[in-house]
């Protein structure tokens, strides 16, 4: 008996998956990196996680634009839900994340600078 002769593999749309898998390798990136390397310099945390946000905002952004004229539809055989509404919370939460990313980068080195001083 052949298993394998009635398995249908899901379609996978990663185009449409992209937003999610950029967060994810960034992630992935900066704590792999940052926990196998010397202490990085001040502010690359920022950098890198900053970078990784506007990049799957971007990318979820051409999305938006393209779903003007689709309809919503789901991923990986009903999976995940892909609509405007879903990339819409996307590009805000990477807004979010960069926005926290640099202020938290700028308010440590000016919290570090004030330090130095009063020593």
Same mark, same amino acid.
């Given at each position: ?22 967060? #994810? ?5 900066? #704590?792999?990196?940052?926990? #196998? ?15 990784t ?20 539809r789901?991923?990986?055989?009903? %999976? ?15 807004? %979010? ?6 202020? %938290? ?15």
């Open positions: 008996m052949d298993v394998t002769a009635d398995f249908m593999p899901p379609t996978i749309e990663w185009f449409a998956l992209s937003p999610y898998i950029a967060l #994810l390798a960034g992630a992935l990136v900066l #704590l792999l990196v940052g926990s #196998l390397t010397p202490r990085w310099p001040r502010g690359w945390y920022a950098i890198v996680a900053a970078t946000a506007g990049v799957a905002a971007v990318l979820a952004g051409l999305q938006f634009a393209a779903l003007e004229t689709e309809a919503a789901t991923l990986v055989k009903g %999976t995940i839900a892909h609509d405007r509404f879903g990339l819409l919370a996307i590009i805000a939460v990477c807004f %979010t994340v960069v926005m926290s990313a640099m202020t %938290t980068s700028d308010a440590a080195s000016h919290d570090s600078l004030d330090t130095r001083s009063k020593s």
